[in-house]
């Protein structure tokens, strides 16, 4: 039998259009303003340069033959941002851009492809990258900078990246979800973070502050008194470590070494003992010997 003749495809042209000759089209789809602003776009743009290709169609004149002019059909937003670039001059009028050229089907319908077949990074990429842009030298302010979000944020990043491998494979998956995977960040333990969630995997009760509750189940808070009596710079000036929530904006952490605290609460009374103890002494001697 005989085999069916594959018919090859034809991709679009792809060519340079001086910026000059291009105009939006006004049947984009695109009506609700979504994601980074124009601005922060056209920054990107002036710093790692156009990484995405306009997608236009020749303008048809009025005697029904095409122009030497083009509509953007898709990529209006990038449209927008070089517009700025060219306002604020430091793109020229008649720099080429790089499009594909569209000549058969709907402009609607080639639109609305363009974003439909789209698929959103996943989380765990995004933190990813950013822990791959650390390790290559990228300071957190950096990177914060030239994505457009707050040092907080990267830092936050930064540490969900950190969690065991095996748990961020489970979060990958779909098995576990941001705001668990967030609860595991409050320690840096990989064989302990599994283990809890070994154990949240057999229980019922699978909500992150539990998560938070069992990796925290023998430390000290550092709302403690003990703790707040110490202070958080002289336990961690003693090798002490504080876990810390990076994903909430209350909780001052947990120290990890019970131990260590309550050496350094009693060696802090007594020395506070022996202040007061030197205090109270000099007070007798001034009441019998007065002047």
């Known amino acids: 039998m005989a085999k069916a003749k594959i018919e090859k495809i034809t991709l679009s042209q792809a060519r340079d259009i001086p910026f000059d000759k291009l105009v939006l089209s006004s049947r984009n789809v695109r009506r609700v303003r979504a994601g980074v602003s124009i601005e922060e776009l056209a920054e990107d743009i002036a710093r790692r340069t156009l990484l995405q290709s306009l997608s236009v169609r020749p303008v048809i004149g009025e005697d029904g033959q095409p122009t030497d002019r083009y509509e953007v059909q898709a990529g209006g937003r990038r449209y927008r941002a070089l517009e700025l670039l060219v306002k604020q001059k430091r793109l020229g009028r008649q720099a080429p851009i790089p499009c594909i050229v569209r000549e058969d089907g709907i402009l609607e319908e080639d639109s609305l492809a363009e974003k439909c077949q789209r698929v959103s990074l996943h989380p765990l990429d995004q933190f990813r990258a950013f822990q791959s842009l650390k390790e290559q030298g990228l300071g957190e302010e950096e990177i914060a900078a030239r994505f457009f979000v707050t040092p907080q944020i990267v830092r936050q990043r930064l540490k969900l990246a950190s969690v065991s491998p095996k748990l961020l494979e489970v979060y990958a998956a779909d098995e576990m979800t941001l705001?668990?995977?967030?609860?595991?960040t409050i320690a840096d333990d990989h064989a302990?973070?599994?283990?809890?969630?070994?154990?949240?995997?057999?229980?019922?009760?699978?909500?992150?502050?539990?998560?938070?509750?069992?990796?925290?189940?023998?430390?000290?808070?550092?709302?403690?008194?003990?703790?707040?009596?110490v202070g958080l710079a002289a336990y961690e000036e003693a090798g002490g470590?504080?876990?810390?929530d990076l994903f909430s904006q209350n909780d001052e952490g947990w120290l990890q070494d019970a131990t260590l605290l309550e050496k350094l609460v009693t060696e802090k009374l007594a020395a506070e003992a022996e202040t007061i103890k030197v205090i109270v002494q000099r007070d007798i001697v001034l009441r019998a010997y007065p002047g």
């Open 192 to 229: 302990r973070q599994e283990q809890v969630w070994e154990t949240v995997q057999r229980g019922h009760n699978k909500e992150p502050y539990y998560i938070r509750k069992l990796l925290t189940e023998n430390t000290v808070r550092a709302t403690d008194k003990r703790a707040r009596f």
């Open 179 to 184: 705001e668990q995977l967030m609860s595991f």
């Open 241 to 244: 470590i504080v876990l810390r």
